[in-house]
């Protein structure tokens, strides 16, 4: 996720910059279909870009959010995506099964990757699973390189770092069926297509290959919904303010969530672009899972063939 | 390859497997890893109670299969056809049945906290459920239109009749597989006369009623 966040940097960040827990190897959000002669557009929060504009505006966003990145997640959620995180790998199961080759995409500071490898080691006795992690910002890969130094995975072949955008990952680098898993956290919502990181994930992943997403969603009871509404657009902002003195890419933040497709919205994507998902709703055994009352959600599919 | 697909071609490794997921992972051309099982059918024992759901659904669907080999016969005929085509479907998977309705029957309890609490509990809802929906399908099938009158006491009857009947006939096809469409013939035989039965125990509970009423009248209560 940190790496989607890294990966979006901007050139010019109009009113609203960066926000938290937002992935990056990716152009921003889904396009909106225009006619020929006309730009096409995308959202950046609750405004409309032009498609082109979206990822230097993301870049930016996590380039400015990248150092205090950790500390405003644990801030702004109040320490629960670190429970999401867990929750998200422990499902995976990474090792189970022997070794892995893992994608990371949106990777950032490396939450998901360190806890794939510490997952397979610690359960599994498993040394030979390796992650990739890939991000479009190199302030946010930075920051997870930084980060591993202080691991036993510093240096070895379990853990590598690439700069890539998570819509076109290069042929060369990420070959076609070469992926056991992929995962996403926080980062899709980012992109500025969101069917072609879908395809993009297809296309790497082998037959039998996981994509996993760890995204933020709507909870489904109004009354919940509510509080969380008022939570996201008075409190979160303003700790941005307080602990980042930058409002705008909380801001940001908040307004990209609400922008993002509804649960089955963001299933059928997954089930467009050639996956197979469980069934139509929430739960064990369903195309997504929700976290919290819906807060984020837990979305996988398979590439069967 | 779909969902279901996945499903119904996991369903020709239960015979070998039994409902697990195993059996799912051999579902597709290149064997699934255990997070897709897990991705596509639920954790753990989730996914195996998806397999064992959707192969009682496809059992279900299966009976319709006795009409057109029996369509010639009355209407208990055609009930002991539906009942034993549904005992048959069993067969291939008779050994793995125990297991399978007592994993349907252990505790299950999804919490959207990221917490691991399960509620120890036996249920009997999802073995009285089987019944009753194969049941239910039976008297559909034999009367499409008997639907519109659920709300008679005959519509129950009927249904809670063939429930026991065929709950019967598989607990004792889980021992005597040999025997199981003979004592579902005899079940059928013997409450067939199920609902003059109850009629008669409503008159005589009538008249039990209106001789107290007269007893407690003749008080001066």
Same mark, same amino acid.
């Given at each position: 996720m940190n790496s989607l966040k890294s990966a979006l940097r901007p050139r010019r960040l109009s009113r609203r910059r960066g926000h938290l827990l937002a992935g990056p190897s990716c152009r921003p959000l889904h396009t909106t279909p225009t006619r020929q002669d006309e730009p096409s557009t995308t959202h950046f929060g609750f405004k409309t870009v032009g498609t082109t504009d979206k990822e230097p505006m993301v870049q930016s966003v996590f380039s400015n959010v990248a150092s205090k990145y950790d500390v405003m997640n644990d801030a702004m959620s109040l320490y629960t995506h670190r429970l999401w995180k867990d929750d998200f790998v422990s499902s995976l199961d =990474? !090792? /189970?099964k022997g070794p892995l080759n893992c994608l990371d995409v949106? !990777?950032?500071? !490396?939450d998901i990757a360190l806890r794939i490898l510490d997952h397979a080691r610690e359960k599994y006795a498993d040394r030979e699973t390796k992650v990739t992690m890939v991000d479009l910002n190199p302030e946010m890969l930075q920051e997870g390189r930084k980060r591993f130094?202080?691991?036993?995975?510093?240096?070895? =072949?379990q853990i590598d770092f690439h700069v890539a955008n998570a819509q076109t990952l290069p042929e060369d680098i990420f070959p076609s069926n070469s992926a056991d898993l992929y995962t996403i956290a926080f980062g899709i919502r980012n992109c500025t297509s969101i069917p072609e990181v879908l395809q993009s994930a297809y296309r790497v992943l082998k037959p039998g290959g996981v994509f996993a997403c760890l995204e933020f969603s709507m909870p489904t009871n109004p009354l919940f919904r509510r509080v969380y509404d008022e939570y996201s657009f008075s409190i979160i902002p303003l700790l941005g303010t307080i602990?980042?003195?930058? /409002?705008e890419s909380y801001q940001y933040l908040v307004e990209s969530i609400r922008k993002f497709p509804s649960q089955p919205e963001f299933a059928q994507m997954i089930r467009d672009a050639g996956f197979t998902t469980g069934e139509d709703k929430d739960g064990d055994g369903g195309a997504w899972r929700g976290l919290f009352g819906g807060i984020a959600s837990i979305h996988s599919g398979v590439k069967v063939q | 390859m779909s969902r279901s697909a996945l499903l119904r071609q996991a369903f020709t490794h239960v015979p070998s497997h039994g409902f697990t997921r195993r059996a799912l992972a051999l579902s597709a051309p290149e064997e699934l890893s255990d997070s897709a099982v897990t991705a596509l059918f639920g954790r753990g024992e989730e996914a195996e109670k998806t397999l064992f759901q959707a192969w009682l659904d496809e059992g279900r669907q299966d009976m319709r299969g006795a009409l057109s080999e029996d369509a010639k016969g009355g209407e208990k005929e055609k009930l002991y056809a539906l009942l034993a085509r549904r005992l048959r479907y069993n067969e291939p998977a008779l050994k793995h049945l125990p297991d399978a309705f007592a994993l349907l029957s252990s505790p299950s309890f999804a919490s959207s906290l990221p917490i691991p609490l399960t509620l120890p509990r036996f249920r009997l809802l999802p073995g009285l459920k089987h019944v009753s929906s194969v049941a239910d399908e039976a008297c559909w099938l034999l009367a @499409? +239109? +008997?639907?519109?009158? +659920?709300?008679? @006491?005959t519509y129950y009857l009927d249904r809670t009749r063939v429930a026991a009947v065929y709950a019967a006939a598989e607990l004792h096809q889980l021992s005597a597989p040999g025997r199981s469409e003979r004592f579902l013939r005899d079940l059928l035989e013997g409450t067939g006369a199920l609902p003059q039965v109850v009629g008669e125990m409503g008159m005589f509970a009538e008249y039990v009623g209106r001789s107290w009423a007269g007893i407690i009248r003749s008080r001066g209560m």
């Open positions: =990474p !090792g /189970r949106a !990777g950032g500071t !490396g130094k202080i691991t036993m995975y510093h240096n070895t =072949p602990l980042a003195s930058d /409002r | @499409p +239109s +008997s639907g519109s009158q +659920s709300t008679t @006491p």
